[in-house]
């Protein structure tokens, strides 16, 4: 049975910084996607970052040069290292996994940035940033 657990979350002033941290167990799959999304009340879950088994990265526009996805594969460990918060940041954060990605294209591998096609996900870990 596949977990994910976030750890990391917290409460911290516009220009602050915090690492997620995502441990998965039960997760056998040799190609994946791993991702973290955000949830805002009253908003849609959107994408924030993902990262793929070869370790390619990807991110929404919004979070570019600020954030960093890794992982730690002998820790089986997602990361997320976030720097430059903001308010608009504020949000609960998750991880997924997408045991059926990378996907192919024209251009190569991807990930994708939507909730749908991750399986599985963690319970969330609240980000609070003030202003």
């Known amino acids: 049975q596949v977990q994910l657990v976030e750890s990391g979350g917290g409460s911290v002033q516009s220009g602050g910084s915090l690492r997620l941290s995502c441990v998965a167990s039960g997760y056998t799959y040799s190609k994946y996607c791993m991702g973290w999304f955000r949830q805002a009340p009253g908003k849609e879950r959107e994408g924030v970052a993902s990262i793929d088994s070869d370790g390619s990265t990807s991110y929404v526009d919004s979070v570019k040069g600020r954030f960093t996805i890794s992982q730690d594969n002998a820790k089986n460990t997602l990361y997320l290292q976030m720097n430059s918060l903001k308010p608009e940041d504020t949000a609960m954060y998750y991880c997924?996994?997408?045991?059926?990605?990378?996907?192919?294209?024209?251009?190569?591998?991807?990930?994708?940035?939507?909730?749908?096609?991750?399986?599985?996900w963690g319970q969330g870990t609240q980000v609070t940033v003030s202003s």
């Open positions: 997924a996994a997408d045991p059926e990605g990378p996907y192919y294209s024209t251009g190569g591998y991807y990930c994708l940035h939507t909730p749908v096609g991750y399986d599985y």
